[in-house]
């Protein structure tokens, strides 16, 4: 799995348990919503850890909170 992936499915995942969409994530994270949805459609592949702490934010998590998921644990290495 790519990181990009495993950043999407994270906040999918997120907003599945707090039964939230990706425009209110977007409005409780102080975002635009075409940034949060750059990052489901391909645009924003590589996405600023500023965006993930403000949609950490949003959520009420710590962004070791957010990064604490076997996703990101079984990322393969990028250089080979």
């Known amino acids: 799995m790519e990181t990009i992936h495993a950043i999407r499915n994270r906040i999918l995942q997120l907003c599945a348990k707090q039964d939230i969409s990706i425009n209110e994530l977007a409005n409780i994270s102080g975002l635009p919503p075409s940034s949060v949805k750059n990052i489901f459609y391909g645009k924003s592949n590589n996405p600023k850890?500023?965006?993930?702490?403000?949609?950490c934010d949003g959520l009420g998590l710590t962004l070791g909170e957010f990064f604490s998921s076997t996703d990101f644990d079984n990322l393969e290495q990028s250089i080979k």
């Open 49 to 55: 850890i500023e965006t993930i702490k403000m949609i």
